[in-house]
């Protein structure tokens, strides 16, 4: 009997609550009851549970039915944490559900730093952990070593993210990408040991056509060293390869 009561005065104080009901009612959401004991994390894979009640800073006396906007600008403030939703379990418990930034690449600076499809820098350490990421080239690839601006990072970094998408298996095969002076991305590719030129964004009928014409390539002229694949023309697929003079 008494947990049915229990459960219908908390029912009750909630639906009140979230409809502006008078003082004495919000005074009875500040009861012993209420007040949060339980917190888990949901979601969080770099980051420990630890780290995230650390950046959410819950107060040692807050009660489930208050705001919760200011642990969610917390937690949102965190380098690693994109978005999160906070869920209520009554009596006493919280639900901390983030969705972290994934790294797409390494930036050297100098030592090598994850980084998001937006190019954030995100407080990940390599050491201890098998991050087989590529490699991003902060400096255009012209041999004058420009070095890269914000936006240029961004769109590598972007391509990156749509390459991984369209396809995992060729992302895998990343080991380097750079922008040229032309703003060309330029992805080299670990194995085979081949250079994909395109103009952003890659598409999905682009990236399959040249895979294809990249496959029939290696078939047809398996004894000579296939160096790039093109595909910036609308209507072609263009391959080159290395001759004896080194062109």
Do not use: C, K, N
């Not at 947990?3 to 502006?20: A, K, P, Q, W």
């Not at 690449?105 to 190019?119: I, K, N, Y």
């Not at 390599?126 to 255009?140: A, E, I, K, S, Y």
């Not at 060729?170 to 040229?180: M, R, Y």
Request: proline fraction near 8%.
């Amino acid at each position: 009997m008494r947990r049915g009561i229990g459960l219908f005065v908390t029912v009750s104080l909630g639906m009140l609550i979230v409809l502006e009901v008078p003082p004495v009612i919000r005074a009875l959401s500040r009861a012993e009851i209420f007040r949060v004991v339980d917190v888990s994390v949901e979601g969080a894979q770099h980051l420990t549970q630890d780290e995230v009640l650390t950046a959410a800073a819950i107060p040692a006396r807050m009660s489930i039915w208050d705001d919760m906007e200011p642990l969610a600008v917390r937690l949102r403030s965190h380098p690693l944490i994109r978005e999160v939703r906070i869920r209520r379990q009554l009596p006493r418990r919280l639900v901390l559900e983030v969705w972290e930034r994934e790294p797409v690449a390494l930036l050297p600076r100098p030592t090598l730093m994850p980084v998001d499809r937006e190019a954030h820098l995100l407080p990940i350490s390599p050491v201890g952990r098998r991050m087989d990421l590529p490699l991003l080239q902060p400096r255009r690839d012209d041999g004058e070593g420009t070095e890269l601006t914000p936006v240029q990072l961004r769109e590598l970094t972007s391509e990156l993210s749509r390459l991984r998408e369209l396809d995992p298996a060729v992302f895998a095969l990343v080991s380097e990408v750079a922008l040229d002076s032309w703003g060309d991305i330029l992805v080299h590719l670990g194995q085979p040991r081949v250079t994909l030129r395109y103009r952003a964004p890659l598409v999905p009928a682009r990236l399959s056509d040249g895979l294809l014409v990249l496959t029939d390539a290696l078939e047809r002229e398996p004894d000579r060293t296939l160096v790039s694949v093109d595909l910036r023309f609308a209507d072609q697929v263009v391959v080159r390869f290395f001759d004896s003079q080194g062109r």
